[in-house]
């Protein structure tokens, strides 16, 4: 028996020794091989490696004027989001409210006409790599719209928001962000009891392990500012601020919440190289999930 133990001892003593060479082995290799080993890299030994990630992601959309970009109010080109993206070889997550995808919302998402419905929009998103996540389908705040038609209601507004989304990208969501993060932990319950996942801020008493919450970066308070206050500029160091503040606290994985808007766009187009610079890999947020926190089940 004791000579039993012992072998086992040995074994895993050995076992522990062959990891730690694996490990070292990992470590080095992707000290050389650096961005090249994303896809390896979240894949295999995620816990390994303190890697810097963003899963960007977009609210409120589809916008058609902002993936596809327009004139600007100058006359001169307004970029385009999806082409910023291309550019950069970046993908992204998209919540996206249902009811712009009906065809009765066509003339409202073509009041500033880029010749593309809203549907449209969403698949080209859809076709150049980037995920379609659920924002609900008519952005009703969950506890307004508890109180006035009963909370029954509000899973029906997110499942006809899943079920028209997944008639355009053939894949029901699997993240549901609710209106403006008003959530309780009942209704939480039920959400993910039909199989998504909540996305949350942390506020007040609901706090969320950091690499999994919400981390809003206001841009539609700095859109309202006037233009002598640069919004621009208050949106790229808001964020940049964001980041320093969570890697002060060993925080190296972050969900950036945006929103289509074309001061988003203009500030993403110095904030993604800047934040490349500083060593940020970009991925899509099923992809990110997998690496920072996955599935229990
Ligand atoms: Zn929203």
């Known amino acids: 028996m004791e000579t039993e133990t012992s072998r086992v001892g040995h074994v895993f003593g050995a076992r522990i020794i ?9 470590l080095n290799s992707s000290a050389r091989t650096g961005a090249n080993t994303e896809g390896a890299q979240a894949q295999g030994a995620s816990s390994l490696t303190p890697r810097k990630l963003i899963a960007l992601t977009f609210d409120d959309g589809p916008r058609p004027y902002v993936l596809v970009g327009r004139k600007s109010e100058e006359g001169g080109p307004a970029p385009g989001l999806l082409d910023l993206l291309d550019r950069e070889k970046v993908k992204a997550t998209f919540f996206v409210l249902g009811f712009r995808l ?4 066509n003339d409202y998402c073509r009041k500033i006409d880029v010749g593309i419905n809203c549907r449209e929009a969403v ?17 009703g705040p969950f506890s307004r719209m508890k109180e006035r ?19 355009v990208t053939g894949e029901r969501p699997r993240y549901v962000r609710p209106p403006d993060w008003d959530i309780w932990p009942e209704l939480r319950e039920r959400i993910e009891a039909r199989g998504y996942s909540v996305m949350m801020k942390s506020i007040g008493k609901t706090k969320e392990p950091p690499a999994r919450e919400d981390v809003d970066t206001q841009d539609y308070i700095f859109t309202n500012l ?23 606290k060993g925080v190296y994985t972050h969900i950036l919440v945006f929103h289509e808007l074309p001061l988003s766009t203009t500030a993403l187009g110095t904030l993604i190289p800047e934040l490349k610079q500083h060593g940020y890999q970009f991925l899509l947020l099923r992809d ?3 690496v920072v926190a996955p599935a229990p089940k």
Not at 127 to 137: A, F, L, S, V, W
Not at 151 to 161: K, P, Q, V
């Open 288 to 290: 990110y999930m997998k």
């Open 18 to 26: 062959c990891l730690a060479a694996v490990a070292l082995a990992f």
């Open 226 to 248: 006037p233009e002598s206050k640069l919004p621009i500029e208050t949106l790229r160091k808001y964020v940049l601020e964001r980041l320093e503040q969570r890697e002060r």
């Open 149 to 167: 038609y009963g909370e029954e209601w509000t899973l029906n507004d997110i499942d006809r928001a899943s079920r028209i989304i997944q008639s």
């Open 102 to 105: 009906a065809d009765a919302a």
């Open 123 to 139: 698949e080209e998103e859809h076709r150049r790599g980037h995920e379609i996540e659920n924002h609900t389908y008519g952005h």
